[in-house]
């Protein structure tokens, strides 16, 4: 079933990325304690839909399974939970505030 865009931008926005228009995409990179992090997605202009195959590109970009990417989106999966699957993963690190 395939997510609307506004429901996915709305989601990254209150879990820490931060949106940067360039060309034909729009660019979400994730931010921790107000620092641009390496986790980062896209989604193209004009789109309405993200289907599934999309979907899954995405959870990949930012890290998480599909079933994590749904609950990222439909909101049982925090901004907290989010950080701290990044920083089990490995993903993510902080040190004294700041990302390493």
Same mark, same amino acid.
């Given at each position: 079933?395939?997510?609307?865009?506004?429901?996915?931008?709305? +989601?990254?926005?209150?879990?820490? *990325?931060?949106?940067?228009? &360039?060309?034909?995409?729009?660019?979400? *990179?994730?931010?921790?304690?107000?620092? /641009?992090?390496?986790?980062?997605?896209?989604?193209?202009?004009?789109?309405?839909?993200?289907?599934?195959?999309?979907?899954?590109?995405?959870?990949?970009?930012?890290?998480?399974?599909?079933?994590? *990417?749904?609950? *990222?989106?439909?909101?049982?999966?925090? /901004?907290? &939970?989010?950080?701290? /699957?990044?920083?089990? +993963?490995?993903?993510?690190?902080?040190? &004294?505030?700041?990302?390493?």
């Amino acid at each position: 079933m395939p997510l609307k865009v506004r429901d996915v931008e709305s +989601a990254l926005k209150r879990k820490g *990325f931060v949106e940067s228009s &360039q060309r034909d995409h729009k660019y979400f *990179f994730f931010h921790i304690n107000g620092k /641009k992090s390496n986790i980062y997605t896209k989604i193209s202009h004009g789109e309405t839909e993200i289907h599934e195959k999309n979907c899954s590109s995405m959870a990949k970009q930012i890290k998480l399974s599909n079933p994590d *990417f749904r609950k *990222f989106v439909e909101c049982p999966l925090t /901004k907290e &939970q989010y950080l701290d /699957k990044l920083i089990e +993963a490995k993903h993510v690190s902080i040190v &004294q505030g700041s990302i390493a």
